[in-house]
């Protein structure tokens, strides 16, 4: 009889064992979804800041002649070279924005989706926000009147 309720001792142990691991998931699986999607959503913003940022100084320093822009699309950013945005360019630099996140709101001064920097004094076309969300998370971009762009 002994050898029998130490068996089931046992068995009951490893059920305890099981439950405590499956309540630790539980906890931990969400929490690192959440990390995730923030980091994809620091990431994006990161993206978005920095073409922006390369657009107005491949401006001011007048590389090649040209002015250059930014065109905000729902899951990428492109760095353009002239005063409008030709989709066939060759010369156009694409940069993705990895999901969960995305480019879910524009809203730049005069409507549209892009905008580029004047040569002498890096003024962008037209200012804004433009929101980078995530399921559970967004971030707001506001481009100055100066062309410089932060993080709201």
């Known amino acids: 009889m002994k050898n029998f309720y130490q068996r089931g001792i046992g ?8 439950a405590v691991l499956g309540l630790l998931v539980a906890i ?6 959440k990390m995730r999607e923030n980091q994809a959503l620091k990431n994006a913003v990161g ?3 920095s073409s ?9 320093s007048s590389l090649n002649s040209f002015s250059y822009g930014v065109r905000f699309e729902s899951d990428k950013v492109i760095i353009f070279k002239s005063t409008a945005f030709n989709p066939n360019a060759t010369d156009n630099e ?23 920097f004047n040569r002498l004094s ?22 100055s009147a100066t062309g410089i762009a932060s993080v709201n």
């Open 11 to 18: 068995i009951i142990e490893i059920l305890i064992v099981i």
């Open 28 to 33: 931990v699986v969400p929490q690192f979804s």
């Open 47 to 49: 993206e978005v800041l």
């Open 52 to 60: 922006i940022d390369k657009a107005r100084s491949q401006t001011l």
């Open 94 to 116: 694409t940069i993705n924005i990895v999901a969960p996140a995305s480019i879910s709101t524009i809203a730049l001064s005069g409507g549209g989706s892009d905008i580029y």
């Open 122 to 143: 890096g003024i962008p076309s037209k200012t804004g926000n433009i929101t980078i969300s995530t399921p559970n998370y967004f971030k707001v971009i506001n481009i």
